[in-house]
């Protein structure tokens, strides 16, 4: 494994600090990133965004009398649990795109996504419900949609660089299963199933960044990064009590490094062999990376240094890891 992370997983449960670790990331010089984080000028995909998505399709569905296909509220979790292996075949789909330097043209950014959320429904043998619309209503869909989808797509096609080399894709997401749940997490819950889910490319090339929170504090964290007048941030978007205890009251990262016949690596089985995959671990127990959210002239030079340690710390296990699975 080269010293420079080539994809890395960015794993936790909500408003752990993923997205704080992927802004420090962003205002670090190229020098440091890759003499001190190991990584590149970052490339970043988040399924985030097409969660977000999916809550505004089952909201416009709603107000049209229709059932919310992916939400039956705003306050409550997915309907379909095969939709977290839904969201991981976007993410593929997305690396696959990042790989081929490919930007979708649509005549319609609406079409596409809701083709894209079927045509991903498909391969989870989920029901891929929004291609089997009433015409009338899809076509309503479309238009109330058609702005929102159009930013998703402009983000998706603008994080689509020329050339990867030297580069570290960032891929963000956070697994979980309900509070008080036994280990092993039963698919579809939890990384060890979307660790399974992801393609073959990317995991020969993957790391896994775990931002370690104990659920107590995420949910805490939770309520205080919310605003509600910013549902659609990546900084600043709340997740409802009862997806936080119901989708997140418990992960299964500490439980894979210990079902690990290698150290610091999560064993994944997918396409038909073995893939042990680097873990760091970075200790956020003690709040290290809320500063992040205020503008960066607020930053106290404690603050960056215990981030930046701690983040320095982390990935250097993943690459001595990583040297030891070659």
Sequence with gaps: MSSLIDVLLLTALPASGKSEVRRYFAGLTPEQCRDEMH?????????????????????????????????????????????????????NEDFDDL???????????????????????RK????????????????????????????????????????????????EFARGGPDQSTLPLPAPLGYRYS??????????????????????ESRRKNIERTDPNDPGSILHHGVPMAVMLGDYGCDDMAWLLQQSDRPDTVRVEA??????????????????????????????????????DGLAGALARVVMAGEKTV
């Design 195 to 216: 660790f399974a889910t992801l393609s073959a490319e990317i995991l020969s090339r993957a790391s896994v960044l775990y931002v370690w929170v104990e659920p107590e």
């Design 99 to 121: 790989m081929k330097r490919h930007r979708p043209a649509p005549g319609s950014a609406a079409e596409w996504l809701f083709d894209r959320f079927d045509a991903a429904r």
């Design 271 to 308: 396409h038909g062999r073995t893939w042990y995959l680097p873990v760091g671990r970075f200790d956020n127990r003690v709040d290290k990376t809320s500063f992040v959210r205020a503008d960066r002239e607020q930053w106290k030079a404690a603050d960056v240094a215990a981030l930046h």
């Design 39 to 91: 990584v590149g000028p970052t490339v970043q995909l988040d399924d985030y965004p097409y969660v977000h998505m999916m809550r505004r399709i089952s909201q416009e569905l709603r107000k049209r009398g229709q059932d919310g296909l992916f939400f039956d509220s705003d306050n409550l979790p997915m309907k379909e649990q095969r939709d977290w292996g839904t969201l991981i075949e976007l993410l």
């Design 124 to 171: 989870v043998s989920a029901r891929p419900a929004l291609g089997q619309l009433e015409p009338a209503v899809r076509r309503e869909l479309v238009q109330a949609l058609e702005t929102e989808c159009a930013e998703v797509l402009r983000d998706k096609n603008a994080g689509v660089p020329d050339s990867l080399k030297g580069r570290t894709v960032v891929i």
